[in-house]
């Protein structure tokens, strides 16, 4: 095989796995969560498969004439490949959101075997690299650092490329076509090379074909297998699986889904209407810092189906209001089918909200008067089922405070259950910033949503609950001593150390709520 061919080859295999866990990530998200252990789970799994696929590919060269197993591992590895995207939409469909064993199981079943399989051309075409002793270090280690640059070039190519302009499995689809159309290419090469006859026959010397038909008919069953299944997305942004349900009891209800959770419950006829618990807290809370429906300067951190721009607009008009969305789709959702419509009172800003936060600071250390201070700052950003971790940290919580009124107040959305070990992190860490803070919750102690209320001055609790009673609810305010008791042993969130999802526990209790209605 000529050196040239040799290097493209493993530099295209090589990237090919990259380029397959990223997207095998992209797969498991909507069932598993965006998580660290969904990370976690696929680059080991994937690391195993490469490790395996290297050394029973070396030991397969060994044993067998090396160009009669190029053609096949190629073929076959597009085949396995185009299997991962049945393989995780029928087994995820089943096994969502049951915690990080889910993501090791799917992302094993999903991901190894063709991980493996690619993994195996490398040492194969060094075998047939290898014509004299003299040269096995220089060949080992070209081929070997080809290797690693095509895993370099999978990586960028599908973070800062291919996720952001195709759909996955479409792209997995396609993925899985090229490696068998490679497989031909390189049959046919190796036949007109003299190694066989022609594609499909048998080699000069009576051996076994290059690449039967057997190969070929499992690639094709694969691809269509993979075009039978279409996902649970309506639409794939570049960093959500979206998608906009109906609500059953209610005609002019829409829900919200990003990736595994129901993010948001709109009204397209009334914004008034909170359906879910924790957004009438969120109504109960402002209520009581504006009961006389006052405009209010609001940030809100995430903007999900723009529940709470909407409720301002109508209960406090004349609020205004800056969003910030790291998904410029999930706003264009919002207004094409959540009833939103833009205004110059709420001003989108699209991207990271830690940075956008730090510009709001910038902005108004130079110039008070460019950033007037907000009244009512909401977190409800979420990446899985947990608050981003670099909005959770002291650091974080100190840059909102300084762009806030003395009187304005921090409402904070988090999701745990058990012991609590994330939500009392996060208390610990607001109490260590801001003056008084208490946790509204449902009176049964069921895990699930909990809103986190803060400000310098005194909070409204009082009337927090008086609202919460009119609304024929039971929840509890807990603060002071209580709470204090509570986070006596929690950690503090700070830039340097926010194990986030490591805290959250993320397993329902028996007959929690899991959708945070």
Avoid at 53 to 73: E, I, K, N, Q, Y
Avoid at 288 to 295: E, F, N
Wanted: hydrophobic share 50%.
């Amino acid at each position: 095989m000529p050196s040239p061919v040799a290097s493209l080859l493993v530099f295209l295999s090589s990237a090919a796995v990259l380029v397959l866990e990223l997207l095998a990530a992209r797969l498991l998200i909507p069932y598993v969560g965006n998580t660290i252990e969904t990370y976690t789970a696929i680059i080991g799994v994937v690391l195993a498969g490469i490790a395996l696929g290297t050394w029973l590919g070396g030991r397969a060269a060994d044993r067998t004439a090396p160009r009669r197993l190029l053609a096949p591992l190629l073929v076959a590895s597009g085949a396995l490949a185009a299997f991962t995207v049945p393989i995780v939409d029928v087994l995820g469909a089943g096994l969502r959101g049951t915690g990080p064993a889910t993501a090791v199981i799917l992302s094993t079943l999903a991901v190894l075997v063709p991980a493996a399989v690619l993994s195996a051309v490398t040492p194969v075409v060094i075998k047939l690299q290898l014509d004299s002793l003299e040269r096995t270090g220089s060949v080992v280690g070209r081929l070997s650092a080809i290797s690693t640059f095509g895993g370099i070039a999978g990586t960028f190519l599908t973070g800062f490329v291919l996720v952001a302009l195709f759909p996955t499995r479409a792209t997995i689809r396609v993925l899985a076509v090229l490696l068998v159309l490679g497989g031909v290419v390189v049959a046919i090469g190796l036949a007109r090379a003299g190694a066989g006859r022609a594609l499909g026959r048998l080699g000069a010397d009576g051996s076994t074909p290059l690449l039967g038909i057997a190969p070929l008919v499992l690639a094709a069953l694969a691809i269509g297998a993979s075009l039978a299944t279409d996902g649970p997305c309506e639409e794939e942004s570049t960093y959500y699986c979206i998608a906009v349900r109906e609500d059953p009891r209610s005609d002019s209800g829409r829900v919200l889904w990003l990736d595994t959770l129901p993010h948001s419950h709109v009204d397209l006829d009334d914004p008034t209407v909170l359906s879910f618990t924790y957004t009438a807290w969120y109504g109960d809370a402002i209520g009581a810092l504006a009961p006389d429906g006052r405009p209010l300067r609001a940030l809100h951190i995430g903007a999900g189906g723009l529940t709470m721009p909407r409720y301002l607009r109508s209960e406090h008009p004349g609020s205004m209001q800056v969003v910030l969305e790291l998904d410029p789709a999930v706003i264009a959702i919002a207004d094409e089918r959540l009833g939103f419509a833009p205004g110059d009172d709420v001003r989108i800003v699209t991207g990271d909200a830690r940075r956008a936060v730090a510009d709001l600071v910038a902005s108004a250390a130079g110039d008070a008067a460019a950033v007037a201070p907000f009244d009512l700052v909401i977190g409800d950003a979420f990446g899985g089922i947990a608050v981003p971790w670099h909005l959770t940290t002291r650091e974080f919580t100190a840059d909102l405070q300084a762009l806030m009124a003395p009187d304005g107040i921090y409402i904070l959305n988090i999701i745990d259950h058990g012991p609590r070990d994330l939500l009392h992190a996060e208390v610990a860490t607001i109490g260590d910033v801001f003056a008084h803070v208490a946790v509204l919750e449902r009176a049964d102690g069921r895990g699930g949503n909990h809103v986190v209320i803060a400000s310098d001055r005194p909070l409204p609790l009082d009337a927090i609950v008086a609202r919460n009673r009119a609304r024929g609810r039971d929840d509890v305010v807990v603060s002071d001593q209580a709470l204090a008791v509570r986070v006596a042993d929690a950690p503090l969130l700070t830039d340097n150390h926010a194990p986030v999802d490591q805290l959250l526990t993320p397993r329902p209790e028996p007959g929690a709520d899991r959708s945070g209605a």
